[in-house]
C-alpha cells in the first residue's frame, strides 16, 4: 500500500520505465506520507489496437 | 472519463475490436451522456491458461 | 467473460446505469460474439476529489 | 461474482496456475459462501521490468 | 507480489472477509511458492446497482 | 493515456490527493515523454477491513 497501476501504450524503454516507477515512488511518498518500500507499481502495456478514445482504436489514428 | 476495461479471451480480430470499441462507445455516450471524447477504452487479452471460471482454467474445458 | 469494468463519476441514476449495462452488453454480444449470459459489468463510482486529468482534481475544476 | 484478480511476475508453470485457481476457488466458495460457478480468477503475468517496489524495477534487483 | 483483487456485493461481514483472506493467502503461497508477506489482498465491495450480468443490474434481479 | 490507478487506505485529506495529483502527473510527463493533459488518474479508498498483507485485514493489525 499504495498499490500504483500505470497503463501505457507499448514502446517505453526499460530506462524510461526505470526512471518512471523512481519518481512517482518519490512523489508518492512525499505527498502520501509513506515509506518506499510500501509503493507498488504495476506497468501494463497495451497494444494499439487494444486502446481506443472517441470510439477509434489508436492502430486506426 | 468514463474509462472502460474490457477482458476477454484472446482470439478477437483488430476489425472485432474495431466494431466493439465503436459500439461500446456509441452505448455509453447515450446512456450516460458525455461527449465521445471523453470515453476511453482499454481491452485485456487473456490467454486460455489465464482465466478460469469454477476452479478450472479454460485451457482445460 | 468478457469482463467489462466502468469508471464513472458519481451522480448516476440507477435508470441511467440500467440503460448503460443493457446497451453495453448489446454493443459487446454483437460485435464479440459472444451470449449476453457471459456479459459481466462492474461499475465504479468515483467521488470528484478521487479523479483527476493534467494534475488537477476534478473537485478543482 | 466474485471476481478474483490475481498479479503475478510471469514465470509460473501452467500446473501452478492450475492449482491456484482451485485452491483459491475453494477458499473463496468456502468462506464467502458462494457457488463454484460463480468465481471468475483473471491471472494476470508481468515482465520483470514491469514491477517496482521501493522505486526500484524488479529487472534491477 | 502477488497481488490479489477481490469484487464482490457488498454484505459481508468483517469476519467473512477475514476467513477469506486467511485462506485466499494460504491457497496462493502453497501452489505459488511465495512466502505470506508478499500476498496482498485487495477487497471491493460493489452496491447492487453497480454489478450486471446479461445486462441486468443485479438490483433487478 | 497514461492511466494511473492509485489504491490508498481512506484517511487521506484532499489536501494530500491534489498535491499527489500534481505530482505523479509531472512525474509521469517528464520521464515518459507526454503531454500533462493525456494524464488521468483515478484514486481509490479502501477500508481497513478491505485490505490484507499476509492473510491478515488491516482492520486487525
Do not use: H, S
Not at 524503454?13 to 518519490?26: G, L, S
Amino acid at each position: 500500500m499504495p498499490i500504483v497501476q500505470v497503463e501505457i501504450i507499448k514502446g517505453r524503454t526499460v530506462e524510461q520505465k526505470r526512471q518512471m516507477a523512481k519518481q512517482v515512488t518519490e512523489a508518492i511518498t512525499k505527498t502520501l506520507a509513506c515509506p518506499p518500500e510500501a509503493v507498488k507499481i504495476i506497468i501494463r502495456e497495451m497494444e494499439k489496437e487494444n486502446y481506443a478514445e472517441a470510439g477509434t482504436l489508436f492502430v486506426d489514428k
